[in-house]
């Protein structure tokens, strides 16, 4: 059951997290959608985000469909365990959560306008879970490239959490740091949606916009 697994409520402490492998998970190459590459090096023009928003499926089709990105792909980030198996992730042993990397050109799309689609589309406000998908790989996250970056998303928390506030929603529980690694997941859950497009989907916003200036 839910609460008989003490890793679907907390973090691992190092000596408690799986370790992992030094090989990297098989996946695939290019954007099914997008034919892009999924894997760097990218174009120095472009630029990157990673976001969790629970499930991993839905949250990456809500970003290839958005004009000026390049390519998406899914995986798990935040943890400790080095290139973990889906069902390590889903143990809550390697303190990853669900994530999506998000490559984007800044010249199209402003990262003001991923990140209204990122708290306008999934409930920041709860703990470990979104909906019924219960547990740490669930959590909501942002994830920054830089420090300038981290700032941006840090403010765009504050901005979002008065209109929350004023609606009578609790406080933002979102991962907001820098990342240090994005292991990508396996190829089957690559662009899911698209290959199984009336697969699950449990994304569910607050119904409360994030207003933002361009």
């Not at 935040?78 to 800044?106: K, M, W």
């Not at 901005?159 to 690694?181: D, F, P, R, V």
Request: hydrophobic share 30%; charged share 20%; with cysteine.
């Amino acid at each position: 059951m839910y609460f008989d697994n003490p890793f679907k409520t907390r973090l691992p402490e190092t000596h408690e997290a799986l370790p992992g492998r030094l090989q990297e998970i098989q996946t695939s190459k290019f954007h099914s959608v997008l034919n892009t590459p999924l894997h760097p090096p990218f174009l120095d023009n472009l630029e990157t985000l990673v976001v969790g928003m629970g499930c991993f499926w839905g949250a990456e089709r809500l970003f290839w469909n958005c004009e000026g990105v390049y390519s998406t792909a899914v995986g798990y980030a935040g943890g400790q365990t080095r290139n973990p198996t889906y069902e390590e992730v889903c143990s809550g042993r390697t303190g990853h959560t669900e994530a999506v990397l998000i490559v984007f050109d800044p010249n199209i799309v402003c990262l003001n306008r991923l990140l209204g689609i990122f708290w306008e589309e999934h409930n920041p406000t709860q703990y470990m879970r979104q909906g019924n998908d219960k547990g740490t790989q669930y959590r909501s996250a942002l994830y920054a490239s830089d420090k300038t970056q981290l700032k941006e998303l840090s403010n765009s928390a504050k901005l979002y959490q008065k209109a929350l506030t004023g609606s009578g929603y609790s406080k933002i529980q979102t991962e907001i740091k820098m990342y240090s690694n994005f292991y990508y997941a396996e190829a089957y859950h690559q662009q899911y949606l698209h290959k199984v497009p009336n697969g699950y989907c449990g994304l569910a916003g607050c119904g409360i916009s994030y207003e933002y200036a361009t």
